[in-house]
């Protein structure tokens, strides 16, 4: 997944809001031109000012002149129900003028409209899930969850063991966010739904399947829930698997894998290769969430 796509369009939604401020002020400048009394007074305005500059600010005459035009000004607005706050394009940034920089570097809400988009294409629907949010009452669960965020930073591999109803698909999420929330591209998605675009990379054609696992492959952080709830397709499920995160690994790019199967079940269902890659110790935090299922007891 390319981060460009994503910055452009989030340019765009700013500049875009740039314009819009613009066109705005300039279709009430354009209606004011249109009422004589304003025409008049601001026409006459112009000239006290100019003439007010030209005594370098000595001639009091036109200084009054000036007080007088613009009281005149705001009656008029006033009776027209325009603020003359309105008179200057309203930008919803401040900081930037809708612009996206300030000083040659990202503004506030260039970055807030970013993350956004990284949050969109993320596939999370759980924007809640955070470490910061998490309310785990188990002390060994709560270690782990210290230490995923921990490897998050560090840019290692995550391997989450349990029991379902542990918490795995929660600190999946977390781990996504907190990718999102740092500006890397992330991608959630369940065992089930990446096993099924394996099979159609598999019959299609050549091409579609590079552009699929190429996007698979290049995302910052990939996080795939429920390993081993997938159908094993011959052929197909582990050797695309495989493919995946060893070219990934092979990348430096962190792949997030929960899974209810133990080690040892993994290696069953699998082979070497994939158990080997999965559980590398320097590369990989291979933890294990323990407890009842929380879906179940209150």
């Known amino acids: 997944m390319n981060k460009q796509p994503l910055l452009q369009k989030a340019k765009n939604i700013v500049g875009a809001r740039r314009i819009h401020a613009l066109d705005r002020c300039d279709a009430l400048l354009a209606k004011l031109q249109q009422n004589p009394a304003w025409n008049s007074c601001t026409t006459q305005l112009k000239q006290a000012q100019i003439a007010f500059a030209q005594s370098h600010g000595q001639d009091q005459v036109a200084c009054q002149k000036i007080a007088k035009l613009k009281a005149q000004q705001a009656g008029i607005l006033q009776k027209l129900g325009v603020h003359p706050s309105k008179l200057q394009p309203q930008f919803h940034c401040k900081a930037c003028q809708d612009r996206g920089f300030v000083d040659g570097k990202m503004c506030k809400c260039l970055q807030a409209e970013f993350l956004q988009l990284l949050g969109e294409s993320s596939n999370v629907a759980n924007k809640g899930y955070t470490f910061q949010a998490s ?3 188990n002390p060994k669960n709560a270690i782990v969850y210290e230490k995923a965020q921990k490897a998050m930073d560090d840019g290692k591999n995550l391997l989450l063991l349990g029991n379902t109803g542990t918490g795995k698909t929660y600190l999946v999420c977390a781990c996504v966010n907190h990718a999102v929330a740092q500006g890397k591209t992330a991608l959630f998605t369940t065992a089930y739904s990446l096993n099924s675009l394996f099979l159609e990379c598999h019959i299609g054609n050549a091409e579609t399947r590079q552009a699929v696992m190429e996007s698979l492959m290049e995302v910052d952080v ?5 390993l081993g709830t997938e ?3 011959k052929n197909v ?13 092979f ?3 962190q792949t997030v894998v929960s899974t209810n199967l133990t080690l040892q079940s993994i290696r069953n269902r699998y082979d070497e290769r994939l158990f080997s890659r999965l559980v590398d110790q320097q590369k990989t935090l291979v933890a294990l969430l323990v407890g009842d299922d929380k879906r179940i007891v209150k």
Do not use: C, P, W
């Open 222 to 226: 990939l996080a795939i829930d429920d």
């Open 237 to 249: 499920t582990a050797e695309y698997l495989f493919s995946l995160v060893n070219e990934r690994m």
């Open 135 to 137: 309310t785990e009452q």
């Open 231 to 233: 159908n094993v397709y």
């Open 251 to 253: 990348r430096g790019k």
